[in-house]
């Protein structure tokens, strides 16, 4: 049985940091793509970001610059280093696994809960 833990979501205040860290049960990640989504209160799931099995990295262009991706095979750990947050960040933030990638949250099988993230200006 596949379970995805994400960790790390909090209040910060415009300009701060926070690393999410997505981890694994059940698969290993590095045989995977996983991807970083968000969801804003009466928004659509947005992408955020992936990391594919050969560890390259896409970040959506609404976080490039500030959000990056990196996974500890060791730990079969994710994680989501968020920079220079903004208020508009706000949003619950889920790691989910896909067999093929891609920005659309159908290609993702499996998900985690979720972590609250929220940017106070």
């Known amino acids: 049985q596949v379970h995805l833990v994400e960790s790390g979501g909090g209040l910060v205040q415009a300009g701060g940091s926070l690393r999410l860290s997505c981890a694994a049960s059940?698969?290993?990640?590095?045989?995977?793509?996983v991807g970083w989504f968000r969801q804003a209160p009466g928004k659509e799931r947005e992408f955020v970001g992936r990391?594919?099995?050969?560890?390259?990295?896409y970040c959506a262009d609404s976080v490039k610059g500030r959000f990056t991706i990196s996974r500890d095979n060791a730990k079969n750990t994710v994680y989501l280093q968020m920079n220079s947050l903004k208020p508009e960040d706000t949003a619950v933030y889920y790691c989910?696994?896909?067999?093929?990638?891609?920005?659309?949250?159908?290609?993702?099988?499996?998900w985690g809960q979720g972590t609250q993230v929220t940017v106070s200006s």
């Open positions: 989910a696994v896909s067999d093929t990638g891609g920005s659309s949250s159908l290609s993702y099988r499996y």
């Open positions: 990391i594919s099995w050969s560890g390259t990295t």
């Open positions: 059940g698969l290993t990640f590095s045989w995977f793509v």
